[in-house]
């Protein structure tokens, strides 16, 4: 039977995903602050476990982590998920604030959780696991007023890219999956201020589709590896130049 743990899985794509593999009949740790949704999650989902934690408190997330290997000895994927938006403005206009809760939660946090996952990983028997970071479009190009958002998924990309090469001698796999505009409470908030500006509603996908994504990037076997894939609305203006 295979484990699992996903981040920000109280809402969104993480929801949507661990109810994905849960259907898929995968054990699921469900990692977020939100007590109330876990709890309320996993006493729908036999499969599922609730873990309570701040992603970008390394003891939180070692706790975590270690709860999960309690109940579960192995962990065959960790969906590198949780993430925020910043507010948008001018770099001149950004609370400073704003860029350290960024680089928290966007870039410290999935750090911090792929070093659980690899470390566990590492010394299972037998050896191996995958990991799959949430990127984003913005890994590639920007929207306006997005500075902090951008850097951190930039940083992503990176982090990515280390992982599957220090994951090589210990049959650890890691791809990235970058999404434009599923639709979630987040995007419905993008939403709402394009519509508040009087701009164009952006387009979006379902976000089941990323569910079913996820789910197959996980599926394979370790000898393979989809490293990045992007999923988008087709309509969107991500290729092309003016």
Same mark, same amino acid.
């Given at each position: ?69 309690? %109940? ?30 960024? @680089? ?36 590639? @190009?920007?929207?306006?007023?997005? @500075? ?19 994951? %090589? ?23 709402? %201020? ?49």
């Amino acid at each position: 039977m295979k484990t699992a743990i996903v981040t920000g899985a109280s809402g969104g794509i993480g929801r949507a995903v661990a109810e994905r593999l849960l259907g898929a009949g995968w054990q699921v740790g469900l990692m977020a602050r939100r007590e109330g949704k876990l709890q309320a999650m996993a006493a729908q989902h036999p499969g599922a476990m609730a873990l309570v934690a701040d992603v970008t408190d390394p003891a939180q997330v070692e706790a975590a982590f270690a709860g999960f290997a309690a %109940r579960h000895p192995r962990l065959d994927l960790l969906f590198n998920n949780a993430g925020i938006f910043t507010p948008p403005a001018p770099i001149d206009e950004i609370p400073v604030a704003d860029w350290m809760q960024a @680089v928290g939660v966007n870039l410290t946090g999935m750090f911090l959780c792929a070093r659980a996952a690899f470390g566990a990983m590492r010394r299972q028997t037998p050896q191996g696991g995958r990991i799959i970071n949430n990127g984003s479009i913005s890994a590639h @190009v920007p929207r306006e007023g997005s @500075v902090t958002y951008t850097a951190t998924k930039h940083g992503v990309t990176g982090l990515t890219r280390s992982l599957s090469l220090d994951g %090589r001698p210990f049959d650890i796999a890691c791809g990235q999956i970058d999404i434009g505009n599923a639709r979630t409470e987040m995007v419905e908030a993008m939403i709402a %201020r394009s519509r508040a500006a009087g701009l164009p509603e952006p387009y979006t996908i379902d976000v089941g589709l990323v569910a079913d994504a996820v789910l197959a990037m996980a599926s394979l076997p370790l000898a393979a590896n989809v490293q990045f894939q992007t999923l988008m609305a087709t309509r969107m203006p991500y290729i092309g130049r003016g």
